[in-house]
């Protein structure tokens, strides 16, 4: 008899056991796409903040560049045009400059969404962005279209004046560029493919320091009366090195950033694609 009581007890507590397993699978089950929603949602951002980190520290790479391959008297005049770069260029875009890239009419030619930075709704899952991440890594790449012009200009451009130019282009210029594609603009709307910038940061920046070039013509010194040239080696190259390996870093974050999402077997795959891409495009020069 007591044998089929201990029996009936042990069966009755496996029992038991068993069912309190299935409750917490099925439990686990219910919750399992909520957490992956969620955690879908912080890796994909997460991977966006960092290449936006990323971005933003080729400033530092862009003005070591630029002052090391200039005139040692120009060197503090760079700095600060980089500095400003950012600083001026962050705050204008917050402003105004990402109302002006997003929001605007589908494939429209200008518009405007709203000043600052929309809302967050509170939706998750993969291949969501939060707005403020999306707008730190947009404000970089519009710092980088503006320092494009610092090196065409070094020695040739009053600070004010490129105060100026830098508030123009990351608060004008730039969003109403990156609007025409990837605000879903006019370009977009033709089927115009710009995957990480070609032209709207480095098309822009390019043509803008050119037009500088152009407008301010060469450095003083750099001809002389009879029209003959002098050399204007740089002052410092190890400080120019050092530059160019910054910007090489700074590059894994810009073009395989641009993939925007890696939560998908997909994206990990274009993701390492594209920085394999960029690590042998930069050693081949």
């Known amino acids: 008899m007591f044998d089929k009581r201990r029996i009936l007890r042990i069966g009755v507590s496996a029992l038991a056991i068993g069912a309190i397993f299935l409750a917490t699978d099925s439990a686990m089950a219910q919750e399992g796409p909520a957490v992956t929603d969620e955690l879908a949602f912080a890796i994909d951002n997460m991977f966006l903040f960092i290449a936006a980190v990323l971005v933003l520290f080729m400033q530092a790479g862009f003005a070591l560049v630029e002052a090391g391959f200039n005139s040692?008297?120009?060197?503090?005049?760079?700095?600060?045009?980089?500095?400003?770069?950012?600083?001026?260029?962050?705050?204008?875009?917050?402003?105004?400059?990402?109302?002006?890239?997003?929001?605007?009419?589908?494939?429209?030619f200008i518009g405007f969404g709203q000043f600052g930075i929309p809302a967050w709704d509170g939706t998750m899952g993969s291949g969501v962005l939060h707005p403020q991440v999306d707008f730190f890594f947009q404000v970089a790449f519009a710092a980088t279209a503006a320092t494009i012009v610092s090196g065409a200009v070094a020695g040739r451009m009053q600070f004010k004046s490129y105060l100026i130019y830098s508030a123009v282009i990351t608060g004008i210029i730039y969003p109403i560029s990156g609007f025409w594609k990837w605000g879903g603009g006019w370009l977009d709307a033709l089927g115009f493919y710009d995957f990480a910038g070609s032209l709207i940061v480095h098309a822009v920046g390019g043509f803008a320091g050119l037009a500088g070039a152009i407008v301010l013509g060469p450095r003083i010194g750099r001809f002389n009366k009879d029209g003959s040239s002098n050399a204007m080696p740089g002052h410092n190259i190890t400080a120019a090195t050092l530059g160019v390996f910054i910007l090489l870093v700074g590059w894994f974050g810009f073009n395989p950033g641009s993939q925007l999402l890696i939560t998908s077997g997909a994206d990990v795959a274009a993701v390492v694609l594209i920085a394999t891409n960029t690590l042998l495009a930069a050693c081949a020069g």
Do not use: H, Q, R, S
Request: glycine share 22%; with cysteine.
């Open 72 to 108: 040692g008297k120009n060197t503090v005049n760079i700095l600060f045009k980089n500095l400003m770069d950012l600083c001026l260029g962050a705050i204008l875009y917050f402003i105004v400059g990402y109302g002006l890239m997003y929001g605007g009419p589908e494939g429209g």
